[in-house]
């Protein structure tokens, strides 16, 4: 005899063998019990619930002679017939693929016939959102004026796609996700009848993996089985579901609760390196700070839990929509690494609270006084004097911004000056190189989905999306080094690598620019059109194709 799958050979035939369904089954036998049959039934919820099975073990139940408490005998020739899809007078329709109106049509025109053998002719549509407006109207008119004995049992995965004119003709069940306890329950007695050795854990990544579906959790199982030698063990579902191992996810999550970034890295590094998803990392991770939360013995603070959550569900959209999602994991990874440092600081800031008060209240009320002094000594200048001391003052300001944001404004307009296209595309060409030679996990995702914007055989000016990713790679003396000696070998050069936010460095490339411009005096020469504006051809070799001309 051919192999039977198992969510084949283990398909619910009575009420009672349904598992997780217990109102919708209860409601149905008494119902059947009752005589109590309606013309048309909604059934509605996740797949791999129970819609189809309940349905056909429905239609056995109200045409079976031999019927005890509601439930079918499945011995009689028309359990028997039903079972194995042969009975005429029970219609099973797949929407998906019988959409139009004729088909409906079809079923409706039928449908005024008596049935032959059985009392009630039944007909089982799936997937009936599936079907056109123009079937939808079709199958209106038929529940609207339904034949007697004649039976509609509607299936769906998506109850909103369901005109609201056919829902309030129905009799509408609601088929919930199974959960994970009853999946695994169930899993273990087919084992036990299939006489195969399992470990607990096994069953346990199944049944999570399957997401509420008992189909799904017999489909993952019946692969987990294939590839087991025997004894069906953890490594195996962990295999078919592409689930991680907790053992890897607490790794992981040691690695960030003392704040190891490299560890992190290198923990990811190994579960990708076993071929597994990071959308389904993310997942699992997402699950185990869940459980973290609900587990009062575990000592991690929670609200770094809770922001660890907002991290990994802020991630998980963007791995979602990315097709670089190990790059998206390790940026993950290094917020979350961040978190812990940002709570640490936060931590220790509260033990000194009063006195750290105390010295900001100090020192407030000394920049108050100094204030106060350089207004009175402004008032009592002149306008020469006035002016040229507003102008110091707004320098002090400005240089007290750039080194407040670590950012050597002096430097970055040293290197634009110095800066060619030729030396820009010499290093952009080799960038990628660069990057890929980086030995830390941990620096070269710094420099992932980095790129330079201007340099010289002394500076290399590179980008970063945010500016505290800009400092780390500022403040890491040996990065520099290393990037300057493969620079080296790769271009012939050794420059500076100077690390800017994006925003900061278009803000400065602005000023530079308008600052050569205002510099060079304008000549009283009549305007040749032939010739291009100096300040824009500046631009343009320093810039290379980024610059675009805008004409007024």
């Known amino acids: 005899m051919a192999y039977q799958a198992l969510y084949r050979k283990y398909r619910s035939q009575r009420f009672d063998g349904m598992v997780g369904q217990e109102v919708v089954t209860t409601t149905l036998k008494n119902a059947i019990v009752n005589h109590q049959i309606s013309h048309a039934y909604l059934f509605s919820g996740p797949r791999g619930t129970g819609k189809t099975s309940a349905a056909k073990i429905f239609a056995k139940a109200i045409n079976c002679p031999n019927q005890v408490d509601g439930e079918p005998c499945n011995q009689c020739f028309i359990c028997e017939s039903i079972t194995k899809g042969t009975l005429e007078d029970v219609i099973e329709l797949d929407a998906a693929s019988n959409n139009g109106v004729d088909e409906i049509r079809e079923i409706r025109d039928k449908s005024t016939y008596a049935a032959s053998t059985a009392t009630y002719k039944v007909y089982i549509i799936d997937e009936v959102h599936m079907l056109s407006t123009g079937a939808f109207n079709a199958l209106l008119k038929t529940l609207e004026e339904p034949t007697e004995n004649v039976v509609f049992i509607l299936a769906t995965t998506e109850l909103q796609k369901i005109p609201a004119t056919i829902i309030s003709r129905v009799q509408r069940f609601a088929f919930k996700a199974i959960t994970t306890s009853d999946i695994r329950t169930h899993l273990a007695e087919i084992l036990s009848d299939e006489q195969v050795e399992f470990a607990p854990e096994a069953l346990d990544v199944i049944a999570k993996s399957a997401e509420g579906g008992m189909r799904d959790a017999l489909s993952l199982l019946d692969q987990a089985l294939s590839f087991s030698e025997g004894t069906l063990q953890e490594k195996d579902a962990l295999l078919v579901t592409g689930s991680i191992a907790n053992e890897a996810l607490v790794s992981y999550i040691q690695a960030l609760s003392v704040n190891d970034e490299n560890k992190a890295l290198e923990q990811l590094d190994y579960v990708f390196s076993e071929g597994k998803n990071m959308l389904r990392f993310t997942e699992d ?24 959550i907002d991290i990994a569900i ?133 420099l992932n989905n980095t790129a330079p914007v201007a340099a010289s055989e002394n500076f290399v000016v590179v980008t970063f999306p945010h500016s505290n990713l800009a400092k780390r790679v500022t403040e890491n003396d040996d990065l520099q080094l290393t990037c300057g000696n493969l620079l080296s070998s790769i271009t012939g050069f050794s420059p500076e690598i100077i690390a800017l936010a994006e925003s900061d460095w278009q803000s400065i490339r602005a000023e530079y620019v308008a600052n050569l411009k205002a510099e060079k005096p304008q000549e009283s020469q009549p305007e040749e059109p032939e010739h291009e504006d100096e300040g824009l051809a500046m631009a343009k070799e320093l810039f290379g194709e980024k610059v675009v001309e805008i004409n007024d």
């Open 285 to 308: 991770l997402l699950a185990h700070f869940r459980d973290m939360l609900l587990d009062k013995s575990v000592s991690t603070d929670r609200s770094r839990i809770f922001a660890w």
């Open 314 to 446: 802020e991630s998980l959209k963007t791995i979602k929509e990315t097709t670089q999602t190990k790059i998206a994991a390790d940026v993950m990874t290094m917020r979350l690494s961040e978190v812990g440092k940002n709570l640490s600081v936060l931590t220790e800031s509260q033990e000194i609270s009063e006195d750290s008060s105390t010295h900001f209240e100090q020192e407030i009320q000394a920049l108050k006084s100094e204030i106060a002094e350089l207004k009175s000594q402004i008032s009592n200048q002149n306008n020469t004097t006035q002016s040229s001391t507003l102008t110091e003052t707004k320098k002090t300001v400005k240089n007290s911004s750039v080194n407040k944001n670590h950012i050597n404004k002096d430097l970055v307009y040293k290197a634009l000056s110095e800066a060619t296209n030729d030396a820009r595309k010499s290093v952009l060409s080799a960038w990628p190189e660069l990057v890929a030679s980086i030995g830390k996990p941990a620096e070269r995702a710094l």
